[in-house]
Nanobody, 122 residues
Framework: QVQLVESGGGLVQAGGSLRLSCAASGTIFSINAMGWYRQAPGKQRELVALSTSGDTTNYADSVKDRFTISRDNAKNTVYLQMNSLKPEDTAVYYC????????????????WGQGTQVTVSS
């Protein structure tokens, strides 16, 4: 079984910074993509940033130039550096791993972390 464990959420004032971390553990052969989604109260879960195994990164327009995703493939870990935070960034942030194989010829699965709260005060 594969687990994603997030850390780094919290309360910060507008304009501040936070860094989220997510480590995947368990029997892992390969991971295609790792990234972050968020869900604010009353809203649908949305993509924040995604990093693929080919070093391609995708960002939501609302976080471009403020957030940076990075990945340590050797540690199966993904980070999200969030700068210039705004109150509208307040949400539960979920780590996501896609195309996870537990062995070379196994099927690909997707996993989610438990979520970490990020609250930005004005």
């Amino acid at each position: 079984q594969v687990q994603l464990v997030e850390s780094g959420g919290g309360l910060v004032q507008a304009g501040g910074s936070l860094r989220l971390s997510c480590a995947a553990s368990g029997t892992i052969f390969s991971i295609n993509a790792m990234g972050w989604y968020r869900q604010a109260p009353g809203k649908q879960r949305e993509l924040v940033a995604l990093s693929t195994s080919g070093d391609t990164t995708n960002y939501a327009d609302s976080v471009k130039d403020r957030f940076t995703i990075s990945r340590d493939n050797a540690k199966n870990t993904v980070y999200l550096q969030m700068n210039s935070l705004k109150p509208e960034d307040t949400a539960v942030y979920y780590c996501n791993a896609q195309g996870v194989k537990t062995w070379r010829h196994g099927r690909e699965n997707m996993y989610w972390g438990q979520g970490t709260q990020v609250t930005v005060s004005s």
